[in-house]
T-cell receptor, first 112, second 113 residues
């Protein structure tokens, strides 16, 4: 089973409010990733966990936080949502950093 | 830095015709190239991957050949079906130490009856 699950599938948030997105996988993959995808743009890597080590992209460092309480779960946290956060958020996992990434169906976030 | 270019944002074809979706990349390191396909409301799924120069890789009727001389990994199919309508992403992973997956902007393929 190469399923990556994401919850919720759709999220409506108010400007200034926090948002928490959840991702899970049961493949015992070492690495989990979060991407942001906006229409007509490439998916943009926000951060990834290699085991318990969090790596965040420099240009989104202060905008997104994450936690990985165990190997199977990974969250993406936005402390104060802005309109620019409206996007599809894709979670992915891979056996290690050089292996194929398996994607979840995404969470579509709309900030109003 | 590393980059991937997909020149067509939208491709519309009639069923049964051949298709080629362009993908070129830039990296100074040894590349791994991927094609992912995302159907509506589904997760992106791996379609093809390759790191071997001039070797054709095939899956589900789609094929691509990595050409390092031209930095290309074009996706082709000889006869498209209605079920091929989807968003196709080309992606690059390079042995620069980070192994991050860098995506192109995607090509939306629509197949008409």
């Amino acid at each position: 089973d190469t399923t990556v699950k994401q919850n919720p599938r759709y999220k409506l948030a108010r400007v200034g409010k926090p948002v928490n997105l959840i991702c899970s996988q049961t493949m015992n993959h070492d690495t989990m990733y979060w991407y942001q995808k906006k229409p007509n743009q490439a998916p943009k890597l926000l951060l990834f966990y290699y085991d318990k080590i969090l790596n965040r992209e420099a240009d989104t460092f202060e905008k997104f936080q994450s936690s990985r309480p165990n190997n199977s779960f990974c969250s993406l946290y936005i402390g104060s949502a802005g309109l620019e956060y409206s996007a599809m958020y894709l979670c992915a996992s891979s056996r290690d950093r050089v292996d194929t990434q398996y994607f979840g169906p995404g969470t579509r976030l709309l900030v109003l | 830095g590393d980059s991937v270019t997909q020149t067509e944002g939208l491709v519309t074809l009639t069923k049964g015709l051949p298709v080629m979706l362009n993908c070129t990349y830039q990296t100074t390191y040894s590349p791994f190239l991927f094609w992912y396909v995302q159907h509506l409301n589904e997760a992106p799924k791996l379609l093809l991957k390759s790191s071997t120069d001039n070797k054709r890789t095939e899956h589900q009727g789609f094929y691509a050949t990595l050409h390092k001389s031209s930095s290309s990994f074009h996706l082709q199919k000889s006869s498209v079906q209605l079920s091929d309508s989807a968003l196709y992403f080309c992606a690059l992973s390079a042995s620069s130490g980070s192994w991050q997956l860098i995506f192109g902007s995607g090509t939306q393929l629509t197949v008409m009856p």
